[in-house]
């Protein structure tokens, strides 16, 4: 069974249009984190929930929202894409974001491109 | 505001020598540090968690050192093998921030039959 899944693996699109990549752990964890790794590798935090509370909110344009229907659920839909926005995105749970158990699961990511 | 090094960027041994990654941050007041491999087009698998308690965390062939007065983390991999070969992510968690690892950008390993 695969921990943290997400969906799709391959985003293609057109600038302008809005998108949504869905991620799901099946890890029981508290808390969930989006990422993106740019062209040059690095992994920025974007976002964080627990308990479907968001606790995190790095410097991301607002054309980003995440959603988190419950714990085990965080999706990220992005409005008027733009070509910046051409990175893989990545999803990853840990059991908790405060104490020392918060060693991090990883999605198998979805590389999105913008045309 | 936190940095995190990782020289070499790129690294490349013959199967058999052992593998010494660095990793450096600039503010030692952290929660802990994390390495992770990153397998070409995958993502990323957790390899050794290190709270800033710690010395040192082994786990099978690898084993990681945290100097936290000097801002520095080593991973150790003996007697490296082809299936070694990825990128290899250090993580560092601020001491005051939850949940917000700061990563470096990674070396990239091959090791060559």
């Known amino acids: 069974d695969t921990a943290v899944s997400q969906t799709p693996k391959y985003l293609v699109t057109q600038m302008g249009n809005d998108k949504s990549i869905k991620c799901e752990q099946n890890l029981g964890h508290d808390t969930m984190y989006w990422y993106k790794q740019d062209s040059k590798k690095f992994l920025k935090i974007m976002f964080s929930?627990?308990?479907?509370?968001?606790?995190i909110n790095e410097t991301v344009p607002n054309r980003f929202s995440p959603k988190s229907p419950d714990k085990a659920h965080l999706n990220l839909h992005i409005n008027s894409l733009e070509l910046g926005d051409s990175a893989v995105y990545f999803c990853a749970s840990s059991p908790s974001s405060g104490g020392a158990v918060d060693t991090q699961y990883f999605g198998p990511g979805t590389r999105l491109t913008v045309l | 505001k936190q940095e995190v090094t990782q020289i070499p960027a790129a690294l490349s041994v013959p199967e058999g020598e052992n593998l010494v990654l660095n990793c450096s941050f600039t503010?030692?007041?952290?929660?802990?540090l994390q390495w992770f491999r990153q397998d070409p087009g995958k993502g990323l698998t957790s390899l050794l968690l290190?709270?800033?308690?710690?010395r040192e965390q082994t786990s099978g062939r690898l084993n990681a050192s945290l100097d936290k007065s000097s801002g520095r983390s080593t991973l150790y991999i003996a007697a490296s093998q082809p299936g070694d070969s990825a990128t290899y992510l250090c993580a560092v968690r601020p001491g005051d921030s939850w949940g917000k690892f700061q990563f470096g950008a990674g070396t990239q390993v091959v090791v060559t039959p």
């Open positions: 929930y627990n308990n479907k509370e968001l606790i």
């Open positions: 290190i709270q800033s308690s710690q």
């Open positions: 503010d030692s007041a952290i929660y802990n």
